[in-house]
């Protein structure tokens, strides 16, 4: 596992074809979980199109090789070594054939081939093929694979490969074999094989050209009773799939196979996605509302890739974006169609807000770190550290932006261009530009810059009304503010933005829009500006009255707007703007300006005080039956403290806490009568329903309880919260009123009620690990006290029996959660929660680089805490550097420090 060579920068400037192709592969497995003999024949190539090499070199980790064979004569040409194999002097066109062997057992970095639970399992997404036989293991190599496994019957019943099953049987000695092709040509990252012991549920359904298609989700008998969602959702994406991108499913079969050892989420293997059991794994008792939707996205996601992914791919990993950014946006639009179809554009904002908190939270930071890099990198040291919100979350609003400039029409007749031209090759993020560009008659040279300029750009805007010519201008300037050295070096001039605006009027409705030089105003209320310049003037005519703009509609293009707002305008917004993204912003603006000046004061110790003119704003939305329940619940919700520490100049974690804290006690003392009406009215009795009005019942009515769980007198909350717990029939209620409980209780030392809960909800699932996840992580991030502070408690759960590090899921329930999800706690000055991060990570990395690297990036913003902080953060960073031993981890720490 450990690589401690000096990290080598691979650079996309660098770029060549690979000297060789391979045609075809067939691969032989003999499963054994210490010794797996592996039989690989491979039809190879030179490339026309590379320069001519002399000797082909194949990539190899962690391997043992046994043998050679070039056009079936044994080959003595053919040396073993570090990081591979190299052949002499090869010839033009040849059969290869290679013998090796692997170790699944003792593979805990859950790359390559591994074995969980007794199962065998591969992940090869970025470079894991290399881990079971020598390889060109880059994507822009593609082959037909056809597949041969073996094991014993009685231990691995079940053997799966990519493709259509060809045939199957058994063998002497107690052992059987299945054979698997997939017609089309892959690179070698999406290869996979399964083998164990699992059942399955099937379902077959028609093609929109009327062939049958087998469906089945595999996962250890034990959980077959949950997997129903996930083969609903399954059947969900293939509909919509054909029906909104033409695309059909172009296998016999579709597979998806369970697994609780997993690095990611999924991975969408043709035809064979392996999934973390987490995003599959669904019933009432044990899966969230949240957990029921996130299954619902995944699937459909990794069935998505099977066209934007498998059918066309990468050239090479720095177009990652191209097959992730753009399966996100599919996913993001599945998603929102589900909840609200085409036209309930209420229920698609609710999605739409969902996915803009995660970007603001998660990818603006990153945007502002070391670890900042185009959606397209230039550079990486270890691939795999580049799975980031940028390449996903950003990448996605990139794609979202050709819609918006084009239109769903537009769009859809660039993806059908893409296709037409790509289909079976391996390509870049420009090809997919020139494939919308020219499918819409456009030039898009300049949107190129989306894709290689890094930060986060911000667009400020300036208005003047002129009364006696009813002409409103409205001029917007973009730039990057301070950004993060590691964007600064990539800009190099201005984007062309998609800019949604509406203008309102003083009686709260939409104004028509006529731009200066157009005989009439349209129909829409909602415009988008195509902002290409540095400074840029829009003047509207025929504007009868002063108007208030709605800004960046539909949150339009992934950028910072500046615009100083009034207090009392962001609360007209919130009470009358049509776009309902926009009416969630002014809320969140609000707020974050509120919070902001209360943590300002918190920190120098100055007595907090709200606004009653706030209190008003939200009592307006929460007791707006007019609003769905699930916007209100959104609405409601104050900004994040992660989020609210990284608008400050100087981040102050404990300062956010209280001042969140604080607002939160307000609202749930001076609302405490309509908190009290809202959980009572959504309660939701009867069978648990995962649809999302029902969901959207719950969110609300949760939300209640946990405002209530602040009140200064906080008994009606936990008799509230208890009641609920016992009674509950589905995990959303149930976790939210423990999650109540304890919160209610913490400025208490602890309460009787919250550890009975505790106790219970152990108890009763305590054979189900992803609930027991929720159980870990709900402790995790807690809010504590100084009498009873979080790192003690977590300590304490790292020596239980159900906790094991080597487990992602489980490390991330419990470390992740108590490093990322509990920043007051987290960043305690005495370093304790530094010094805690610092062992996790050395220990991580000894047994998981990739979830080691993710674990590191909790610290990679450092420089912009107080000073006693950033000084405790440092010295966990440097102990870190100097111990720990793979490029993934260094890489972060090492930019980190820099």
């Not at 080598?8 to 075809?24: E, K």
């Not at 030089?517 to 415009?527: D, F, I, L, S, V």
């Not at 918190?602 to 209190?615: I, N």
């Not at 939160?664 to 009795?685: M, Q, S």
Request: proline share 5%; with cysteine.
């Amino acid at each position: 596992m450990a690589d401690t060579a000096t990290p080598n920068v691979i650079r996309r400037a660098d770029y060549a074809p690979p000297a060789f192709l391979i045609d075809t592969v067939a691969l032989e497995f003999d499963l054994v979980p210490e010794r797996t003999v592996v039989r690989n024949t491979m039809r190879v190539r030179r490339n026309p199109d590379a320069s001519r090499a002399a000797n082909l070199e194949l990539m190899g980790e962690q391997l043992e090789f046994v043998g050679a064979a070039l056009d079936g004569a044994p080959f003595a040409n053919a040396h073993a070594h570090e990081h591979g194999l190299t052949l002499d002097n090869v010839p033009d066109n040849f059969e290869l054939t290679l013998t090796s062997l692997c170790n699944p057992a003792e593979n805990t970095t859950l790359s390559g081939l591994y074995v969980s639970g007794g199962n065998f399992f591969t992940q090869c997404e970025a470079e894991g093929f290399r881990r079971i036989t020598y390889f060109l293991d880059r994507p822009d190599v593609m082959a037909t694979f056809t597949v041969t496994l073996r094991a014993n019957k009685a231990d691995y019943p079940v053997l799966l490969s990519n493709g259509n099953l060809l045939e199957e049987g058994d063998l002497p000695d107690g052992r059987h074999f299945a054979r698997w092709e997939d017609p089309f040509r892959k690179p070698s990252y999406l290869f996979a094989l399964v083998a164990g012991k699992l059942v399955a549920l099937e379902e077959r359904v028609k093609s929109g050209s009327g062939k049958e298609k087998l469906l089945q989700v595999w996962v250890e008998p034990h959980d077959l009773d949950k997997t129903r969602h996930a083969m609903d959702s399954l059947i969900n994406s293939i509909r919509w799939d054909e029906a909104r991108f033409g695309l059909e499913l172009d296998l016999d079969r579709f597979m998806i196979v369970a697994v609780s050892d997993f690095n990611m989420g999924a991975m969408e293997n043709k035809g064979l996605n392996i999934f973390n059991t987490k995003y599959v794994l669904a019933n009432p008792e044990t899966a969230t509302d949240t957990d029921f939707a996130n299954i619902e996205a995944v699937v459909g996601h990794e069935y998505f890739h099977n066209w934007t992914g498998n059918r066309v791919t990468c050239r090479d990993w720095f177009q990652l974006s191209l097959k992730e950014g753009l399966t996100v946006f599919r996913d993001q639009e599945f998603s929102a169609d589900m909840a609200g179809g085409a036209t309930d554009e209420a229920a698609r904002a609710t999605k739409r807000i969902e996915d803009v908190r995660v970007l603001r939270q998660m990818q603006f930071a990153e945007d502002a770190g070391p670890m900042a890099h185009p959606v397209r990198p230039e550079s990486y040291v270890e691939i795999n550290n580049f799975y980031t919100m940028t390449v996903y979350e950003k990448g996605s609003e990139v794609v979202r932006m050709y819609q918006t400039l084009f239109g769903r029409d537009g769009f859809r007749k660039g993806m059908d261009l893409y296709f037409k031209r790509h289909d079976g090759q391996a390509v870049t993020c420009d090809d997919f530009r020139r494939a919308l560009a020219d499918a819409n008659g456009r030039d898009l040279a300049q949107f190129e810059r989306w894709y290689s300029q890094a930060g986060t750009p911000r667009v400020s805007v300036r208005t003047r009304y002129d009364t006696a010519q009813q002409r409103y201008s409205m001029t917007l300037a973009q730039g990057y503010g301070e950004a993060a050295p590691a964007a600064r070096e990539t800009q190099k001039g201005p984007l062309l933005i998609p800019f949604a605006i509406g203008l309102i009027g003083k009686d709260g409705a939409d104004l028509p829009l006529q731009l200066e030089g157009e005989a009439q105003a349209g129909k829409a209320t909602t415009r988008v500006l195509e902002f290409t310049q540095t400074e840029q003037t829009f003047t509207f005519v025929n504007v009868a009255q002063e108007p208030l703009p709605s800004l960046l509609r539909n949150f339009s293009a992934p950028v910072i707007v500046e615009y100083d707002y009034s207090a009392d305008q962001l609360a007209f917004l919130l009470a009358h703007d049509s776009d309902p993204f926009n009416r969630w912003e002014a809320g969140q603006r609000l707020a974050t300006r509120e919070l902001l000046t209360l943590a300002g004061r918190a920190a120098t110790g100055v007595p907090l005080q709200l606004e009653d003119s706030v209190v008003a704003a939200f009592a307006r939305v929460l007791t707006d039956e007019s609003l769905s329940p699930s916007f209100r619940e959104l609405a409601l919700m104050l900004p994040s403290e992660a989020y609210l520490a990284e608008q400050m100049a100087e981040s102050n974690p404990a300062a956010v806490h209280a001042a969140r804290q604080f607002v939160r006690k307000r609202l749930a003392n001076a609302l405490r009568k309509d908190w009290l009406a809202v959980y009572e009215k959504h309660r939701t009795p009867g069978a648990y329903e995962a649809t999302p009005e029902a969901s959207g019942h719950r969110a609300l009515k949760n939300l209640a309880l946990s405002y209530l769980a602040e009140l200064d007198d906080p008994a009606e909350a936990i008799r509230l919260a208890s009641a609920q717990y016992d009674a509950a029939n589905n995990m959303t209620d149930r976790s939210a009123a423990l999650s109540a409980l304890l919160n209610a209780s913490a400025a208490n030392g602890g309460s009787v009620q919250a550890q009975q809960a505790l106790d219970d909800f152990y108890r009763r699932f305590e054979k189900e690990p992803l609930v027991i996840d929720k159980w870990f992580a709900l402790q995790a991030t807690q809010r504590g006290s100084a009498q009873r502070p979080v790192i003690e408690i977590v300590r304490k759960l790292m020596a239980h029996p159900a906790f094991n590090l080597k487990n992602p899921n489980r490390a991330r329930s419990l470390i992740f959660s108590f490093c990322a999800a509990n920043p007051s706690q987290f960043h305690a000055e005495d370093g304790s929660g530094y010094a805690f991060w610092a062992d996790q990570v050395i220990a991580l990395d000894a047994i998981n680089p990739q979830v080691a690297a993710r674990l590191a990036r909790s610290l990679e913003l450092w420089r912009r805490f107080t000073p006693t902080l950033r000084d405790g953060m440092r010295a966990a960073l440097e102990k870190v550097a100097s111990q720990v031993k793979s490029r993934d981890v260094r890489e972060i720490v090492e930019k980190a420090l820099a």
